[in-house]
């Protein structure tokens, strides 16, 4: 996984790029308020780590916007681990 961002400050805009591996996603859901669920996609590279979190509406954002373009997806692998 690649991320870029761009962080505006006082000396101007600075771009940040970084990347890792997926290593866990989590869905955090909250029973009392079901509109502040989130899904948070945790990674770890070399030099960064960090938490993405992204709403059920961007997920379906993602999801439409992949949904065309599946076919281009030759196959993907699921992988399991046990914790030590």
Known sequence: MK???KKHNADGTVRLESGGE???V???ED????KNETISLCFKGQNS???ID????EIEMIYSSL???KHLIKGFKV???ERD
Do not use: A, W
């Open 3 to 5: 991320i870029r961002v």
């Open 22 to 24: 997926i290593k866990e």
């Open 26 to 28: 989590l869905i955090n």
């Open 31 to 34: 029973f009392t308020n079901p």
């Open 49 to 51: 780590s960090g938490i």
């Open 54 to 57: 992204l709403t059920p509406r």
């Open 67 to 69: 949904r065309t373009k």
């Open 79 to 81: 992988m399991k681990f």
